[in-house]
């Protein structure tokens, strides 16, 4: 991108906060979403204001408060992006599977969590199977101002969930929070995973109207 169209993108956009919460096995399978990117002096390091894991409910709930909290209490114009990084329990279309202790977490039950959004939020579940799509619910329903969510639609590999984060965020750090920009991610996204998985639709958004994409679930 040319430095002019840098610069009219970044005019009107706060600063990118990207926040980071995942299951704590990831980790320790190497499976986990942070890259050299998001720490150790990656370039997205001053960017990045919080990484957290978690291994029961508890954890989960505190950590989401706690990152929620930050979000309200930053400038009003920031940009923030929530990566909850997690296996899913098959199925379900709403749980995060716990690896330690083998029970789970079901996101419906927590939409509290998100009574008071910030002004500019995207949520990425990269979550590789179970919390799709109606996990997307208890983000969206009833909240004003509604954030972006985006998600696997469908079981998908570790490294096209990662790599979609990049893309995901290569583009909030240029062009903010632009729902049509993060929409233009998704179809290419699609298109260059559709034969891998055999469906039009791998990754969905829950846009800030109230619309899903898929309209009907998986295609």
Same mark, same amino acid.
């Not at 114009?77 to 379900?92: C, R």
């Not at 469906?199 to 109207?209: A, C, E, L, P, S």
């Given at each position: ?14 600063? @990118?906060?990207?926040? *980071? ?5 990831? =980790? ?6 942070? !890259?050299?990117? @998001? ?5 997205? %390091? ?5 990484? #957290? ?10 950590? +989401? ?26 199925? !379900?279309? !709403? ?7 083998? !029970? ?11 009574? *008071? ?9 990269? +979550? ?6 109606? =996990?997307? =619910?208890?983000?969206? %329903? ?6 972006? *969510? #985006?998600?696997? *639609? #469908? ?5 096209? =969930?990662?790599?979609? %984060? ?18 233009? %991610? ?6 260059? #995973? ?26």
């Amino acid at each position: 991108m040319s430095s002019y169209l840098s610069k009219v993108y970044k005019k009107d956009m706060g600063t @990118l906060n990207i926040y *980071v919460l995942e299951e704590k096995s990831l =980790a320790k399978a190497g499976m986990s979403c942070m !890259t050299s990117r @998001l720490s150790n002096g990656g370039d997205l %390091q001053s960017h990045v204001k919080e990484v #957290v894991s978690f291994s029961d409910e508890k954890s989960f709930l505190s950590s +989401i408060l706690s990152i929620v909290g930050k979000m309200l209490s930053s400038n009003s114009d920031a940009i923030n992006l929530l990566i909850i990084s997690a296996h899913g329990l098959d199925e !379900t279309g !709403t749980n995060i599977a716990l690896e330690e202790d083998g !029970t789970s977490i079901n996101l419906r039950d927590h939409s509290d969590f998100f009574k *008071v959004p910030p002004n500019h939020l995207v949520i990425y579940l990269s +979550i590789c199977k179970g919390a799709y799509p109606g =996990a997307f =619910a208890c983000f969206c %329903q009833g909240y004003e101002p509604k954030p972006i *969510v #985006v998600s696997p *639609v #469908v079981p998908i590999c570790p490294n096209d =969930a990662n790599d979609f %984060q990049h893309m995901l965020i290569d583009t909030m750090t240029i062009k903010s929070d632009n729902e049509d920009e993060i929409f233009k %991610q998704i179809v290419l996204f699609n298109s260059k #995973v559709k034969n891998s998985y055999n469906h039009d639709y791998t990754m969905g958004i829950f846009k800030r109207n109230g619309e899903w994409v898929p309209p009907q679930g998986i295609k």
